[in-house]
């Protein structure tokens, strides 16, 4: 079957903009929520011929679960059906009837911005729930018959100490979360988060490779799966808990992205929507695409591509037309040195060279 099997739906929406953060988010606009979606379903429909058999959706921000609940519901009806449909929620928006509304409207999967349980920490980050209101997201969501919750967890925030990741982790755990993704705090330059702890993020570079091990250690000893090299999922025999939609970016797929600073990669073409939400608005609501920048993607881009997304997975990457991005001579150095385990169609990091991750993958590209 031709077409993306991934759809990405983006809303912007924030009640307030963390100091770390650099994605398309917008503060202020609650009056504009309702032609937000016209324009989303707008944009659906002039794509729609590019999506095959729609198997994920995920609804991504910004602060999805601000939206206002009508335009939300509205939005959610219009999308199409998928085997797994994520919304992702800040803790302090999830309320008995928005659990409800998600619900009723098919996601199925919740992915919660929880990021720590220390106080201290959660204020460093500018984030508004406190650790109870993440137990309380969990539990609402679980009172509403939601059965594949994942937490967001930062590590290597100003601050914080290896006994307070060591708690965070053992606060997560004890919620059983079908999946956590646990992160390295990456404040980009320029955001008014560097500017403030720059000093602090430095000191704390030092400490990551370590954090790394110790979320890894206790995360797997803890019956999880570390399926990709920042998630983990628990062991079910019944379902498979990785995240899907993510699965799919991480394996090459097409993906279709709508909504204001959406990525879309759909057959040997990629492109952004432009960030403007003015803009982005005014094009829709004219019945044209919105503005785009489009991303060159020769065939070498999309092998290496390919090569350092693959890689970072627990499962062996097929070969089949990747050779040429290789460097042979790396691989076989790599190879001795214990950190790549190579078969002769197939390509994996052993355990040591994942927690060395992307300098490994590097050393392997042409």
């Given at each position: 079957m031709t077409g993306a099997h991934h759809l990405y739906v983006h809303l912007p929406f924030c009640a307030h903009r963390c100091g770390y953060c650099d994605f398309v988010t917008v503060v202020g606009w609650d009056h504009h929520h309702g032609a937000y979606v016209d324009a989303l379903l707008t944009e659906l429909e002039?794509?729609?011929?590019?999506?095959?058999?729609?198997?994920?959706?995920?609804?991504?921000?910004?602060?999805?679960?601000?939206?206002?609940?009508?335009?939300?519901?509205r939005l959610l009806a219009g999308l199409p059906h998928a085997g797994e449909t994520t919304i992702e929620a800040n803790p302090e928006t999830v309320t008995p009837d928005l659990?409800?509304?998600l619900r009723e409207h098919g996601v199925n999967r919740v992915s919660l911005g929880a990021q720590s349980f220390q106080p201290h920490l959660l204020e460093m980050l500018?984030?508004?729930?406190?650790?109870?209101?993440?137990?309380?997201?969990?539990?609402?969501?679980?009172?509403?018959?939601?059965?594949?919750?994942?937490?967001?967890?930062?590590?290597?925030?100003p601050g914080q100490s290896a006994a307070d990741l060591e708690r965070d982790l053992d606060e997560a755990i004890a919620l059983e979360p079908e999946h956590l993704s646990c992160y390295e705090l990456e404040a980009k330059p320029g955001t008014r988060f560097t500017h403030a702890h720059g000093e602090e993020l430095e000191r704390q570079a030092d400490a990551m490779e370590d954090y790394f091990e110790r979320v890894v250690e206790v995360l797997t000893g803890a019956g999880y799966r570390w399926y990709e090299t920042a998630n983990f999922c628990r062991a079910d025999?019944?379902?498979?808990?990785?995240?899907?939609?993510?699965?799919?970016?991480?394996?090459?797929?097409?993906?279709?992205?709508?909504?204001?600073?959406?990525?879309?990669?759909?057959?040997?073409?990629?492109?952004?929507?432009a960030p403007s939400l003015p803009r982005y608005l005014a094009a829709v609501q004219g019945g044209e695409r919105p503005q785009r920048e489009l991303e060159p993607l020769d065939g070498a881009t999309q092998a290496r591509e390919r090569i350092l997304l693959g890689l970072r997975l627990d499962e062996p990457l097929p070969l089949a037309g990747l050779g040429a991005a290789l460097d042979h001579d790396a691989l076989a150095r790599l190879t001795r040195q214990g950190l790549v385990a190579a078969a002769h169609d197939t390509l994996a990091l052993t355990r040591r060279g994942r927690f060395l991750g992307g300098g490994v993958t590097a050393d392997l590209l042409v």
């Open positions: 002039l794509e729609r011929d590019l999506l095959g058999g729609v198997e994920t959706v995920f609804l991504g921000g910004g602060t999805p679960t601000v939206t206002e609940p009508a335009a939300l519901a659990a409800a509304l500018e984030r508004r729930a406190r650790p109870e209101d993440v137990r309380a997201a969990v539990w609402t969501l679980r009172e509403a018959g939601f059965d594949n919750v994942s937490l967001d967890l930062i590590y290597g925030i025999d019944a379902r498979d808990l990785r995240a899907h939609h993510n699965l799919g970016y991480w394996l090459g797929r097409d993906y279709l992205g709508i909504g204001v600073g959406a990525v879309s990669t759909v057959a040997g073409a990629r492109w952004r929507n």
